[in-house]
């Protein structure tokens, strides 16, 4: 378990590397998911628009990666340089927490528009989790 007061040394999460072949570099956002028994580090995966999710307890195990693809009504996701997550409700919307990514590609049909922010509902996270566990 990744502990900072007693770190002497630095300290790298198994299968968070070149080893993970779900892992493309460059790695610019990291945030951590925490409510109740849950601990979860995510991290942005700039090289294949994906993020990395880990375990934080008890072992720090690496359990998935997701992405964020187009839907009808709003492009996918691409090129996060950081992301934030916060596990508590929030409104009707996002009764579990959310999950916000910087979007540095944003495409209206064949155009390009400015860089934004997309919120995700944490239950869609948390549903891919629950698949793996």
Known sequence: KLDPKDATEAQKLAMSGEEN?????????????????????????????SYAIFDLSP????????????KAIIDGVEETDGLALYPDSLNESFPAGIMIVQDGFNFEGDSTVPQNFKLIDWRQVQAVLDEVD
């Open 21 to 49: 072949p779900a892992i493309a570099y460059d790695i610019e956002g990291l945030s951590i998911y925490r409510k109740g028994e849950q601990a979860y580090l995510m991290a942005s995966s700039q090289g294949n628009f």
């Open 59 to 70: 072992d720090n195990q690496y359990l998935t990666s997701i992405k964020i693809k187009d």
